[in-house]
Nanobody
Framework: VQLQASGGGSVQAGGSLRLSCAAS???????????MGWYRQAPGKEREFVAS???????NYADFVKGRFTISRDNNKKRVILQMNGLEPEDTAVYYC???????WGQGTQLTVSS
């Protein structure tokens, strides 16, 4: 599975942004079963979990994004979306898409939030 993250950019605090992760090298019926997630890595910090979504059941979120970020998936387009609202400077990081099932990582997309 190859993953391509996009949608990063620069926003002011309180703003919104939507990240997209497109999967390739996998057929639809397999993508539907993949456990997908977003992680982030801020400068000088460890990579950390942000949100995840499976083929069934509710999504999971890190405490620091609950109520602000929403993860969803469009299985027909083989995409996973991270809608980010109420952005804070502390959200500044490189955001990575990951398939937990296949342990595949995307290349990362930069988010910068200014105060």
């Amino acid at each position: 599975v190859q993953l391509q993250a996009s949608g990063g950019g620069s926003v002011q605090a309180g703003g919104s942004l939507r990240l997209s992760c497109a999967a390739s090298g996998v057929i639809l019926s397999v993508f539907w079963q993949l456990d997908m997630g977003w992680y982030r890595q801020a400068p000088g910090k460890e990579r950390e979990f942000v949100a995840s979504i499976t083929d069934s059941g509710p999504p999971n979120y890190a405490d620091f994004v609950k109520g602000r970020f929403t993860i969803s998936r469009d299985n027909n387009k083989k995409r996973v979306i991270l809608q980010m609202n109420g952005l804070e400077p502390e959200d500044t990081a490189v955001y990575y898409c990951r398939s937990a099932t296949s342990n595949s990582w995307g290349q990362g997309t930069q988010l910068t939030v200014s105060s």
